[in-house]
């Protein structure tokens, strides 16, 4: 079974410096993606990066972007120039096929709270 | 394009009673499911649907049934609620494997 590891239960950073969320998995797939969400207090669930496992180029969108490392199983994820909208849970996650190959299986981590502090 | 969405936002209910979560979506996903978030555990599948007709079970199905009858509707049933439910519901769909899951504003759901 597939397992997410988020060894960071809390973290803070101040305005505008730059804070690094950790994310360990443990698969035997080969093809699968892996996913960062952002929960900020309104709850709901916010789509942050996206990376292809057989890409080697780490997926980058705007402040935010990711450290991914296949043969290790990890996938952290930057913030850079941290902003007080930032403050949220993060939630890593992967994605692998169904079983019977078809349709997708989501593994969530247990997440991280990041507090940007002014 | 409301994208998916979730029916009630909040619920209260008594050991033993039933209900049914709604969700829609409009964007014409094939794949939906259920999720279940509680503090310190992350979120887990419950049900999960791959079209019309189709439905599995995941991480968490006891004491919960899915149905799905169309593209757009797949509604959770909790059976007879024990307080061990009591959790933030999420529903999500998505276009298929790769795609990422997009998510309903979730239920907060309390059983006493």
């Known amino acids: 079974a597939q397992t997410v590891t988020q060894s960071q239960p809390e973290m803070s950073v101040q305005d505008a410096e730059t804070v690094t969320l950790s994310c360990t998995y443990d698969?035997?797939?080969?093809?699968?993606?892996l996913f960062w969400y952002k929960q900020p207090p309104s709850r709901q669930m916010i789509l942050v990066i996206r990376?292809?496992?057989?890409?080697?180029q780490n997926a980058t969108e705007n402040r935010f972007s990711v450290n991914f490392q296949k043969a290790a199983k990890s996938f952290s994820l930057k913030i850079s120039d941290s902003q007080l909208g930032d403050t949220a849970m993060y939630f890593c996650a992967f994605m692998k096929l169904g079983p019977n190959n078809y349709g997708q299986n989501f593994v969530f981590g247990p997440g991280t709270r990041l507090s940007v502090l002014p | 394009n409301a994208g998916v969405t979730q029916t009630p936002k909040f619920q209260v209910l008594k050991t033993g009673q039933s209900m049914t979560l709604q969700c829609a979506q409009d964007m014409n996903h094939e794949y939906m499911s259920w999720y279940r978030q509680d503090p310190g555990m992350g979120l887990r599948l419950i049900h999960y649907s791959v079209g019309a007709g189709i439905t599995d079970q995941g991480e968490v199905p006891n004491g919960y049934n899915v149905s799905r009858s169309t593209t757009e509707d797949f509604p959770l049933r909790l059976l007879s609620a024990a307080p061990s439910q009591t959790s933030v519901y999420f529903c999500?769909?998505?276009?298929?494997?790769?795609?990422?899951?997009?998510f309903g504003n979730g239920t907060r759901l309390t059983v006493t």
């Open positions: 698969t035997s797939e080969n093809n699968y993606y």
């Open positions: 990376q292809e496992a057989y890409k080697q």
């Open positions: 999500a769909s998505s276009t298929g494997f790769g795609s990422p899951l997009h």
